[in-house]
């Protein structure tokens, strides 16, 4: 059962910041969708995975150049992940549905799973953002406490320390367990988002696509290369956990920190304080506002507030549409988390993970 928002509060405002962006956009004559810059921006990210792959295969080099290869085919992969299967699984990357398809399902360079994403991320991450219970992000199998809401274990007071060697295996996990339990569970509880296409399609998709994948990585570079598996294992799990790494860390970067709000819904009516819109300023953080290259590299997701308030417009507009949603939150006096620099961002994650960490008999008494 979900729980519901408040159909508005604050007198309107998600009202005034739609008008004032809509505005921006005729004023300016812009498309909301991808233009020129993202499309050749993925053409960079896309090299970046698949021109090392080839060099390995093709080329004899030195097992230390194959393995930094390897790290830079991951920095491509993260790449990927952030700037063009986010937008196209949006319907954010380009006006024509078929092309949004098309760059949406580059997520199974990151051997996930583009369904599964779209219930998980668009559905109950963007809706239910930080609402434990129901956005899945907050989910790590009771290994990792990302809210007080969740119950804590004596492992946890270690978790600022060892969550940075879990966080890097984030895509590996998608590749060999998470996106099979997923597709159970959303098929079971989730039926109404889910069942877009039959279930045996479903999983004949899916486990298509793994087979696919396994081919690709790992059995064809072992044929071609012929060289001991286990050095092929090591070169995929470097290019995995390099992606995983920067993909946790940033998408950690937007909740799971200090400023941010873990709300639940109150019991009698089951339903939150706020409004969907306003529920997203208390739960959700920008960072390295003015970084160029951060903001290049990450796909717009160090704004993050624009992005879960308009996940339908391109990242590349977010930098503008930042001033238009800081100042319409500012006259309605409601909060706008922002951390000047990735660095910062990242010391208040771990300080929060520490503060998780603590028993919370200990933290009340």
Same mark, same amino acid.
């Given at each position: 059962?979900?729980?519901?928002?408040?159909r508005?509060?604050?007198?309107?405002?998600?009202? =005034?910041?739609?008008?004032? =962006?809509?505005?921006?956009?005729?004023?300016?004559?812009?498309?909301?969708?991808?233009?020129?810059?993202?499309? +050749?921006k993925?053409?960079v990210?896309?090299?970046? +995975?698949? =021109?090392?792959?080839?060099?390995i295969?093709?080329?004899?080099?030195?097992?230390?150049?194959? /393995?930094?290869?390897c /790290?830079?085919?991951? /920095?491509?992969?993260? !790449?990927?992940?952030?700037?063009?299967?986010?937008? !196209?699984?949006? !319907?954010?990357?380009?006006?024509?549905?078929?092309?949004?398809?098309?760059?949406?399902?580059?997520?199974?360079?990151?051997?996930?799973?583009?369904?599964?994403?779209?219930?998980?991320?668009?559905?109950?991450?963007?809706?239910f953002?930080?609402?434990?219970?129901?956005?899945?992000?907050?989910?790590?199998?009771g290994?990792?406490?990302f809210?007080?809401?969740?119950?804590?274990?004596?492992?946890?007071?270690?978790?600022?320390?060892?969550?940075?060697? +879990?966080?890097?295996?984030?895509? #590996?996990?998608?590749?060999?367990?998470?996106?099979?339990?997923?597709?159970?569970?959303?098929?079971?509880?989730? *039926?109404a =988002?889910?069942?877009?296409?039959?279930?045996? #399609?479903?999983?004949?998709? +899916?486990?298509?696509?793994?087979?696919?994948?396994? $081919?690709?990585?790992?059995?064809?570079?072992?044929?071609?290369?012929?060289?001991?598996?286990?050095?092929?294992?090591?070169?995929?799990?470097?290019?995995?956990?390099?992606?995983?790494?920067?993909?946790s860390? #940033?998408?950690?970067?937007?909740?799971?920190?200090?400023? %941010?709000?873990?709300? /639940?819904?109150k019991?009698m009516?089951?339903?939150?304080?706020?409004?969907?819109? $306003?529920?997203?300023?208390? %739960?959700?953080?920008?960072?390295?506002?003015?970084?160029?290259?951060?903001?290049?590299?990450v796909?717009?997701?160090?704004?993050? #507030?624009?992005?879960?308030?308009?996940?339908?417009?391109?990242?590349?507009?977010?930098?503008?549409?930042?001033?238009?949603?800081? *100042?319409?939150?500012?006259?309605?006096?409601?909060?706008?988390?922002e951390?000047?620099? %990735?660095?910062?961002?990242?010391?208040?994650?771990?300080?929060?993970?520490?503060?998780?960490?603590?028993?919370?008999v200990?933290?009340?008494?």
């Amino acid at each position: 059962m979900y729980t519901n928002f408040k159909r508005n509060n604050k007198q309107g405002f998600y009202k =005034v910041l739609t008008r004032r =962006v809509n505005d921006y956009f005729k004023t300016h004559q812009l498309r909301k969708t991808g233009n020129y810059r993202l499309y +050749l921006k993925s053409v960079v990210m896309i090299a970046l +995975l698949v =021109v090392p792959y080839f060099v390995i295969l093709g080329v004899s080099l030195s097992w230390w150049w194959q /393995l930094l290869l390897c /790290l830079i085919a991951g /920095l491509g992969m993260a !790449g990927i992940g952030m700037n063009i299967m986010h937008d !196209g699984n949006h !319907g954010s990357f380009s006006s024509r549905p078929i092309i949004n398809k098309i760059m949406g399902s580059t997520i199974y360079f990151l051997a996930g799973n583009a369904h599964n994403w779209k219930v998980q991320h668009n559905f109950l991450h963007h809706t239910f953002t930080n609402i434990h219970g129901h956005d899945e992000d907050l989910e790590a199998s009771g290994i990792l406490r990302f809210s007080e809401h969740q119950p804590w274990k004596p492992i946890h007071r270690f978790q600022h320390l060892y969550s940075i060697f +879990l966080y890097g295996l984030l895509t #590996i996990n998608w590749a060999i367990v998470s996106d099979f339990s997923q597709m159970r569970r959303y098929l079971r509880d989730h *039926k109404a =988002v889910a069942q877009t296409k039959s279930p045996v #399609i479903l999983w004949s998709h +899916l486990i298509l696509t793994k087979i696919l994948y396994f $081919i690709g990585w790992l059995a064809i570079p072992y044929w071609v290369l012929g060289i001991a598996f286990w050095k092929i294992l090591l070169g995929f799990f470097v290019m995995h956990y390099t992606a995983g790494l920067i993909l946790s860390l #940033i998408f950690q970067l937007a909740h799971v920190i200090e400023d %941010t709000h873990m709300p /639940l819904p109150k019991l009698m009516p089951d339903k939150m304080e706020h409004s969907w819109a $306003i529920h997203q300023l208390f %739960t959700t953080a920008n960072f390295s506002p003015k970084n160029r290259w951060i903001n290049w590299y990450v796909g717009g997701l160090n704004f993050q #507030i624009e992005h879960h308030i308009f996940p339908h417009i391109s990242h590349i507009h977010y930098q503008k549409i930042a001033k238009i949603l800081k *100042k319409t939150a500012e006259e309605f006096n409601l909060p706008y988390y922002e951390y000047k620099s %990735t660095r910062s961002a990242l010391f208040s994650h771990f300080k929060y993970l520490k503060r998780m960490g603590i028993r919370p008999v200990l933290v009340n008494s």
